[in-house]
């Protein structure tokens, strides 16, 4: 079965850094969209940052410039290195894979989502 695992959340001081890792099993990277979303509490999930399929980048205005997405093939593994954070960051984030996702989650019934991992960023 296909499997999204998140780690690397926590607690941090504005200004800070964290790196996510979303660690994929009984899939591969190749024919998917994958991506980090993040929502905070009474707010719409929001897409942070997505590799499409053909390897190209996005990310959302917002944390343009202070994230980074990437993955390791190998391990298949995504992650997403989060510097300069603000409070404003503060989210459960959940890494995604789909055959295409979107600003506003899975774009297809095939897709996958993790089980999220907690970032605070505290004044």
């Known amino acids: 079965a296909v499997r999204l695992v998140e780690s690397g959340g926590g607690s941090v001081q504005a200004g800070g850094s964290l790196r996510l890792s979303c660690t994929v099993s009984?899939?591969?990277?190749?024919?998917?969209?994958v991506g980090w979303y993040r929502q905070a509490p009474g707010n719409a999930c929001e897409l942070v940052s997505m590799i499409k399929r053909d390897g190209t980048t996005y990310y959302t205005d917002f944390v343009k410039g202070r994230f980074t997405i990437s993955q390791d093939n190998a391990k298949n593994t995504l992650y997403l290195q989060m510097n300069s954070l603000k409070p404003e960051d503060t989210a459960m984030y959940y890494c995604?894979?789909?055959?295409?996702?979107?600003?506003?989650?899975?774009?297809?019934?095939?897709?996958?989502w993790g089980q999220g991992t907690q970032v605070t960023v505290s004044t």
């Open positions: 995604a894979a789909d055959l295409i996702l979107t600003p506003y989650g899975l774009g297809t019934p095939g897709g996958y």
């Open positions: 009984g899939a591969t990277f190749d024919d998917s969209d």
